[in-house]
């Protein structure tokens, strides 16, 4: 196949969620399951050049909030997956903030991409801002730092005052070069990809790191990552950390990537991160 046909091809799958190799097969059952926890959440739906997006808010039981927390989900996830941590930051004091991003969960739209969600995280901030922090599962990381440094294509940049990221990725290379590789494409294919990629960003795609874009918050920062990461290995959190000096790693053993969201003491790390 032609590289542009195979980078043609390749970008229409990248973007589609719920075609991923990383959605997991059990991703539905998992998902309604999830979704029982959000029944007693306060449902609201946003408007946006995006499409709608669907939130849900989070309340202490009594007293003011001691601030808002954002949490934004990872790529093929959804926010019920982020309502174990959600739930424990509530009972801590704060308000809790999560939502679909654009093509997920219960949001419109059936294709996206990283900035695409990106402006979505905005958007949302937008309504439901400022924040005490924003904590961020997988990709959701990235995410959340594309929207936090600002720069066009965004409106605007958004921003907190400490970020947690739990099992991030860091450059999107790796990514790009993974999701290539699966499907056997040449290196000029990937690079026709990447170049997609590029012109919607509007800028090299080695631009987009984690630990860089992080460093130009110039805020405090938890790096949470498991030792037995299946899906983002290990590595990737020192890389974040390395270079940015408000930056702490948290490590963790055998919880993976994706039971890490509903531990305990991941838990407790978060809210202690929080507070101080």
């Not at 799958?13 to 719920?18: A, H, R, Y």
């Not at 449902?43 to 309340?59: D, E, K, S």
């Not at 890389?239 to 039971?259: M, N, Q, S, W, Y």
Request: proline residues 6%; hydrophobic residues 45%.
């Amino acid at each position: 196949m032609p590289p542009g046909l195979a980078a043609d091809v390749a970008f229409r799958l990248f973007c589609l969620p719920s075609f991923s190799d990383w959605r997991p097969k059990e991703h539905d059952r998992l998902a309604q399951r999830a979704r029982y926890y959000l029944r007693s959440a306060r449902w609201q739906t946003i408007a946006t050049p995006l499409g709608r997006l669907r939130c849900y808010v989070f309340t202490p039981d009594e007293g003011d909030p001691l601030g808002t927390v954002l949490m934004v989900h990872g790529w093929t996830g959804e926010a019920s997956f982020m309502t174990a941590l959600g739930e424990a930051v509530r009972r801590a004091g704060y308000r809790v903030v999560l939502f679909d991003l654009p093509a997920h969960g219960m949001s419109e739209g059936r294709s996206t991409n990283l900035i695409d969600c990106a402006r979505a995280v905005i958007f949302v901030a937008d309504v439901f801002g400022p924040f005490e922090a924003v904590l961020s599962h997988s990709f959701g990381g990235m995410i959340t730092m594309v929207a936090a440094e600002g720069l066009a294509p965004m409106p605007h940049g958004m921003d907190a005052l400490k970020y947690v990221l739990v099992a991030s990725p860091n450059r999107l290379t790796d990514i790009t070069t993974a999701f290539c590789k699966a499907r056997g494409m040449t290196n000029e294919g990937r690079r026709a990809f990447e170049q997609r990629l590029e012109r919607i960003g509007r800028r090299p795609i080695e631009f987009f790191s984690v630990g860089r874009l992080l460093g130009t918050t110039n805020r405090p920062a938890l790096v949470i990552h498991d030792t037995h990461d299946d899906a983002v290995p290990f590595a990737r959190c020192k890389e974040i950390v390395d270079g940015v000096p408000l930056a702490t790693p948290k490590t963790f053993d055998g919880l993976g990537h994706r039971k890490i969201l509903f531990a305990s003491q991941v838990a407790r790390t978060i809210i202690s991160f929080l507070r101080h």
